[in-house]
Nanobody
Framework: EAQLVESGGGLVQPGGSLRLSCQAS????????MSWVRQAPGKGPEWVSA????????SYHDSVKGRFTISRDNAKNTLYLQMNSLKPEDTAVYYC?????????????????WGQGTQVTVSS
């Protein structure tokens, strides 16, 4: 069964940067598209970004385009999210997620496996 462990969250001032990591195990990482999903307090999950299995195709929610960059290192079974120009509205728990099939979707709730999440707080 897939296991996903996120790290790298924290408290940052508006305009700051963070880099999230997700260590994957229990499945053949380089065979699957991966996504980042976030959930803000009192709100449902929101898809943020996705990357295909080879790492050469990415997609982003409009709210993070130009500020966030998703990437992966298949040799290390690790997914990343570089977040720049952070805003208070980016405050949320961030999860990496994967489906049982090699598909990425913007339907956040449809993912089969999620990590435990890492808290990102953007505040002055």
């Amino acid at each position: 069964e897939a296991q996903l462990v996120e790290s790298g969250g924290g408290l940052v001032q508006p305009g700051g940067s963070l880099r999230l990591s997700c260590q994957a195990s229990g499945f053949t990482f380089n065979n699957y598209a991966m996504s980042w999903v976030r959930q803000a307090p009192g709100k449902g999950p929101e898809w943020v970004s996705a990357i295909n299995s080879g790492g050469d195709s990415t997609s982003y929610h409009d709210s993070v385009k130009g500020r966030f960059t998703i990437s992966r290192d298949n040799a290390k079974n690790t997914l990343y999210l570089q977040m720049n120009s952070l805003k208070p509205e980016d405050t949320a728990v961030y999860y990496c997620a994967v489906k049982k099939v090699n598909i990425a979707t913007s339907r956040a709730a449809s993912y089969d496996y999620w990590g435990q999440g890492t808290q990102v707080t953007v505040s002055s």
